[in-house]
Structures are given as structure tokens and as C-alpha cells.
């Protein structure tokens, strides 16, 4: 099976589970989830479903403890919806920690850039009426002749 058909097969599986989760699911445990990849087998048979969940560590246990409890309904959701499946592929269900690593990221780079250093859209704009010099300047005009040095 080609990675393309798993790819999109993962995309619109994907987009059913975001909208299960949305529509179908009552469980109070689930809280803010937001479904980040979804990679699919080559066989098409299961499917590691990578969710994020906003808040913290208890919080995201709590989600995905849910999101376990309810694979089944997920799964038979699935089924009915994707008749271009032969089968309705087993989910496994895990945090995707990159976005949480992202934020550590930039936390840590705000630590790190000295704060004495100040955007460049706050310094202000050189003269636009002169024009650059030196081998950076202006290309010469194009056709035509080129003004020569009189002698």
C-alpha cells in the first residue's frame, strides 16, 4: 500500500474522530483534545491516534483515559462513517507532547535572549531618500548607455 493512501486515509479518519469527539461523546473526563496526527498502518487495520490536551498533566490523563474508555464508540462511529474502509481500524490512543515541548521551547528562549535587545520593527527606518552606496546600491539601468567620466 502506498504511503499516499495511508496518509489520506489517516487525514479523513482523523477529521471523523475530531468530529465524534465533538458530536457523539458525553464523557465529562474528555476535556479540550485536539487531534494532532493520526498515523495509520500499511494495511489500513489500526491507527496511532496522537491527541493534545490543554491543561495539565492530570488533566490530560483524565482525557485520554476517556478517549480509551470510549475506543469502541469511536471505532464503530468510524465504521459506519468510512465506507471506503473494509475494516474499521483499531485505535490506540497517546499524548502528543509536542506541543507542550514547543511552549517549553519558547519559554526557554525568552530566558535566554537578553531583554536589553529590542525588536527590529521598533528601530527606526533609515532616510528614504538616499539611496545605498557601494557595491550594495542600486544595480545600473538596464539598456541605454552608461554615463562615462568626462575627461
Do not use: C
Request: aromatic letters at 2%; glycine letters at 8%.
Amino acid at each position: 500500500m502506498s504511503g499516499h493512501r495511508t496518509d489520506k486515509v489517516g487525514a479523513q479518519v482523523r477529521a471523523e474522530i475530531m468530529d465524534i469527539i465533538q458530536r457523539d461523546l458525553k464523557d465529562p473526563r474528555i476535556g479540550f483534545v485536539s487531534i494532532t496526527t493520526v498515523r495509520m498502518s500499511p494495511d489500513l487495520r489500526s491507527a496511532r491516534v496522537r491527541v493534545s490536551v490543554l491543561g495539565d498533566t492530570s488533566q490530560q490523563r483524565d482525557s485520554l483515559s476517556g478517549l480509551r474508555s470510549a475506543t469502541g464508540v469511536i471505532r464503530h462511529q468510524l465504521g459506519r462513517r468510512l465506507q471506503n474502509l473494509k475494516f474499521s481500524p483499531e485505535l490506540r490512543f497517546e499524548i502528543d507532547p509536542s506541543i507542550e515541548y514547543s511552549v517549553h521551547i519558547s519559554k526557554r528562549l525568552r530566558e535566554i535572549l537578553p531583554e536589553s535587545a529590542e525588536p527590529a520593527e521598533q528601530h527606526p527606518m533609515k532616510e528614504a531618500s538616499s539611496p545605498p552606496t557601494g557595491p550594495g546600491g542600486p544595480p545600473p539601468p538596464r539598456g541605454g548607455r552608461r554615463e562615462e567620466d568626462p575627461e
